[in-house]
């Protein structure tokens, strides 16, 4: 079982977490932070900051590295962590885990480029440039879907661009972050990187704290707490909230590939992740076919315990999700989607003891139907029909969300559209929504706000931007 922060917490203050696939099963026990302590926290991580912005660039890169790679060492230990207390698939958690070394590496390299620039002079003798500062003490909260590959989207660019981190992890999912943070501690300076377990009170406390960046990565609802929160000591933000993604097919010459990656993008991580592909939109005459597509492919998919062979879909995170993915599903029923496959637990009884939930194919529902609206973080795929392209187009738009969304087509004026109109801040054209460790990770409207957190655009939120005027005595 791992332990964290348990020896120096009182008996209130420990909370434990449960392996999702068999709830008897205890996983962790961690020490929660109290709001009341974030002050001192705040306090070592400034103390830590000035000296760690203070060091030539190249050698903190080098430190971040070393770190990058200490963790990499661990890479088995932290899949494994995030198998027993999230429930992926292991072969999942080891694509999460090699995912977030990935980008990590991509940080340090964007991290190391050029980040100012001079300007065309306007006075004689004056030289004007522009050039970025570490902005500070970053406060980071984060989801349990994702237990390495969030808090290391945060934790590297972070120091990299020399600011100290405090980062409270979902109190569902801690024990990956806090292997991350082991795994660093003889190699950063004290204070510099703090991790703070604890439930939601703890997350405000932070936002409160005085950091000078809060970055956030949950559901719109918590967001928007933390936005308004954040309002009160005017921190920079960076929201990455949910998604209602959608797969517009308009022409696939290969369905069977086509459905091969709507299915994957729906599937993993058993539809717990804010980039799962939930709507699928289809022209009419085709709607069948790809239902009965995709219901193959649904029903092909082995529930289990992530650690068991063969297993290709986990439990859900906790009997709470369970029970929201499942009155989702039923809603949906009872406003006309019909259920072609799932729609409750599996009927294997080996899987009772766990969270699971039958892969779900709804169809025949209209744009209103809450599957067609509402973020489901499940096993849940709802197809709808259209009936032209602007239907569909105007069905691909008809969410408040702005995430990711791919389009299957060979029309080079529809892809063109697609390109130009989707509302969304990823748009991907003949693949799933599995995005690069390089590019941009980014949701606009209920999806995110402000800079994103992967790509050269994390420099906008992790750094302050200054104007300097050099001038001649
Ligand atoms: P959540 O909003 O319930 O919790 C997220 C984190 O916020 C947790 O650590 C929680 O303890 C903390 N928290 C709760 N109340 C808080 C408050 N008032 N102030 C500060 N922190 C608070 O989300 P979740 O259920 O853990 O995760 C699922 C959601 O995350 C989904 O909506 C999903 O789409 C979203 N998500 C988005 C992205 C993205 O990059 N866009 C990635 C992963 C998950």
Request: net charge negative; with cysteine.
């Amino acid at each position: 079982m791992f332990e964290f922060g348990c020896a120096t917490a009182t008996d209130a203050e420990v909370f434990e977490t449960r392996n999702p696939a068999r709830h008897s099963e205890r996983v962790g026990r961690y020490g929660a932070v109290t709001p009341q302590d974030v002050a001192g926290h705040v306090t070592a991580a400034r103390r830590a900051q000035r000296d760690w912005a203070a060091l030539p660039v190249t050698a903190r890169l080098h430190r971040v590295g070393a770190f990058v790679d200490a963790v990499a060492a661990q890479a088995d230990a932290i899949a494994r962590a995030i198998t027993r207390e999230q429930g992926k698939p292991l072969a999942e958690a080891r694509g999460e885990t090699a995912k977030s070394l990935d980008e990590a590496r991509q940080m340090l390299a964007i991290a190391g480029q050029p980040l100012g620039a001079v300007h065309a002079s306007a006075r004689p003798g004056v030289l004007p440039m522009s050039m970025r500062r570490p902005r500070g003490v970053i406060a980071a909260i984060t989801p349990w879907n994702f237990p390495i590959l969030t808090p290391m989207r945060k934790v590297i660019p972070a120091l990299a661009f020399g600011n100290a981190i405090l980062l409270k992890p979902s109190e569902l999912a801690p024990a990956a972050a806090f292997l991350m943070a082991e795994a660093g501690r003889d190699l950063l300076p004290e204070g510099l990187l703090q991790l703070l377990p604890g439930d939601g009170a703890l997350g405000a406390a932070l936002v409160a704290s005085g950091a000078e960046g809060v970055t956030f990565t949950g559901s719109v609802g918590t967001g928007q707490a933390v936005f308004r929160a954040a309002a009160e000591s005017l921190a920079e933000l960076s929201l990455e909230l949910g998604g209602k993604n959608a797969a517009l097919i308009h022409d696939a010459p290969d369905l069977d590939a086509c459905l091969d990656q709507i299915s994957a993008a729906a599937f993993l991580c058993s539809g717990q992740r804010c980039t799962a592909i939930s709507r699928v939109i289809v022209p009419r005459d085709l709607a069948e076919a790809v239902t009965e597509g995709l219901v193959a492919r649904a029903e092909a998919l082995v529930p289990g315990d992530g650690f068991a062979q063969g297993v290709t879909l986990g439990p859900l995170v906790s009997a709470d999700q369970r029970a929201r993915v499942d009155a989702l599903v039923q809603q949906a029923r009872a406003a006309g989607a019909r259920l072609c496959t799932g729609g409750g637990a599996p009927d294997d009884p080996a899987l009772s003891e766990g969270h699971f939930y039958a892969p779900t194919i709804l169809d025949r529902m209209d744009a209103g139907n809450p599957a067609a609206r509402e973020e489901i973080f499940g096993p849940v795929i709802s197809v709808l029909a259209s009936d032209s392209l602007e239907h569909a187009f105007a069905l691909l738009n008809d969410t408040d969300f702005g995430l990711t969304s791919a389009l299957f087509s060979t029309d080079a004026c529809v892809i063109n559209r697609f390109i130009a109109e989707s509302g969304s801040g990823m748009l991907h054209v003949n693949h799933g929504t599995t995005p690069d460790s390089n590019m941009p990770f980014v949701g606009i409207r209920n999806s995110g706000v402000g800079a994103c957190s992967v790509g050269p655009g994390a420099a906008a939120f992790y750094t302050t931007e200054h104007a300097v005027y050099l001038g001649t005595p």
